[in-house]
């Protein structure tokens, strides 16, 4: 749950966002999602990104090691990729909001 929720809320936003994350998580909707996530998994998986295009991937350092092993098409086998490795969990970009906006500017500009 603390990797879900951006940690530079105020205090009192920060609590009323645990509590409704509390109460909320694993309802219906969420449910329903995560479902519809294997669907569209299943549809996709043997798609590829052609090796032309430009991709940008922006990692968890954390989750680093598993993207090597498992060869992520997206800049294992994409020679226009590049991939950014940060620090930090899921929501990467609440803790370098700067960095990831200057990143995505200077890739799309370079993009010739």
């Known amino acids: 749950m603390d990797t879900d929720i951006n940690p530079w809320l105020p205090d009192p936003l920060a609590k009323q ?5 509390q109460k909320k998580s694993g ?4 449910i329903d999602e ?32 598993d993207y090597i092993k498992w060869g992520n098409p997206y ?7 590049i991939q ?3 620090n930090g969990h899921h929501f990467l970009q609440w803790l370098h909001p ?8 200077f890739f799309v500009d370079n993009l010739i």
């Open 17 to 21: 966002a645990k509590k409704i994350y």
């Open 27 to 30: 309802n219906f909707f969420e």
């Open 34 to 65: 995560l479902k519809e996530a294997v669907r569209t998994l299943k549809k996709t998986q043997d798609m590829k990104i052609g090796t032309e295009l430009p991709t940008l991937s922006i990692l968890s350092a954390l989750n680093y090691p």
């Open 75 to 81: 800049f294992n086998e994409n020679n226009a990729s």
């Open 84 to 86: 950014l490795v940060l």
């Open 98 to 105: 700067q960095l990831i906006a200057g990143f995505i500017s």
